[in-house]
């Protein structure tokens, strides 16, 4: 009578071999798609990265001339006396002592010098509009400040909602601005900006209100402890124009408008 042939078990090291194959045969293929996808991602990317640093490199270009032309314009002024200072800056705002907006520029003045208190509070849109005006900004401010026979006490910024308000000396509040306002942003939110401003510094013989459009959100003009003298720059838009013109005249102060050159 003949055996049956009887089949040998399965050998756990054989199952453990093809586990080992099976997975190394898996990795294999990730890393593979993983390798494709990441060149895949490089080739996409490159030209993304090539247009960044071009922008880049043409935005560190301007910023070189624009150094170079302040040190230069900082040169020129060093000899200077600060009337002649004061007046270079006004010539390049179209305030010149030929212009035909000087008179309103000194009454303008004037009018600060004469309200009681001896106090200033300006407060300074920071939208992306005003970033290009900044270079002419900050001498013609220290020309009305300096002028108007005020101490400038507080200095609020206002973008999108935001707001900063800084104390000091007039030279170290100007620095904050240049380094903490953000210059962006598409909403001047001047109404919260005055509630902001009235919260963070004491109440001032006036505010100073330079901007360039209209407030996004609503102005509680009795709310304004001071008066608000207005500055509306840049071109002539008549919503700009009647919205300073309102405050201003709701707070009993002054508007005058300037145009950057």
């Known amino acids: ?24 045969a898996t990795f294999v293929f990730l890393l593979v798609t993983i390798m494709i996808t990441s060149r895949l991602a490089e080739q996409n990317q490159l030209p993304l990265l090539k247009a ?8 560190l270009k301007q910023a070189e001339l624009e150094n170079q032309r302040l040190l230069a314009n900082l040169d020129g002024m060093a000899n200077m006396t600060v009337e002649s200072q004061m007046e270079t800056a006004l010539q390049a705002v179209g305030l010149g002592k030929n212009s035909k ?120 003009y009795f709310d304004i402890p001071s008066p608000v003298y207005t500055i509306p720059i840049g071109k002539q838009n008549p919503e700009t124009l009647w919205a300073y013109r309102t405050l201003a005249e709701k707070t009993h102060g002054k508007m005058l408008q300037i145009e950057i050159k």
């Open 1 to 24: 009578m003949a055996r049956k042939h009887r089949s040998s078990p399965p050998n756990i090291h054989e199952s453990f071999s093809d586990i080992a194959l099976l997975m190394l």
């Open 52 to 59: 960044s640093v071009s922008d880049l490199q043409q935005q």
């Open 101 to 220: 907006n000087r008179k309103d520029f000194d009454l303008f003045v004037k009018g600060l010098n004469d309200l009681p208190g001896k106090s200033l509070h300006l407060m300074i849109d920071a939208t992306g509009s005003m970033h290009g005006v900044t270079t002419f900004l900050i001498p013609v401010l220290r020309v009305i400040v300096i002028r108007s026979g005020k101490q400038l006490d507080a200095l609020t910024w206002f973008s999108d909602g935001k707001n900063e308000t800084y104390t000091g000396t007039m030279g170290g509040m100007f620095d904050k601005l240049m380094d903490g306002a953000p210059f962006v942003g598409s909403e001047e939110t001047i109404g919260k900006a005055f509630r902001h401003a009235a919260k963070n510094a004491p109440t001032p013989g006036a505010y100073l209100l330079i901007g360039d459009e209209p407030s996004a959100d609503r102005i509680h």
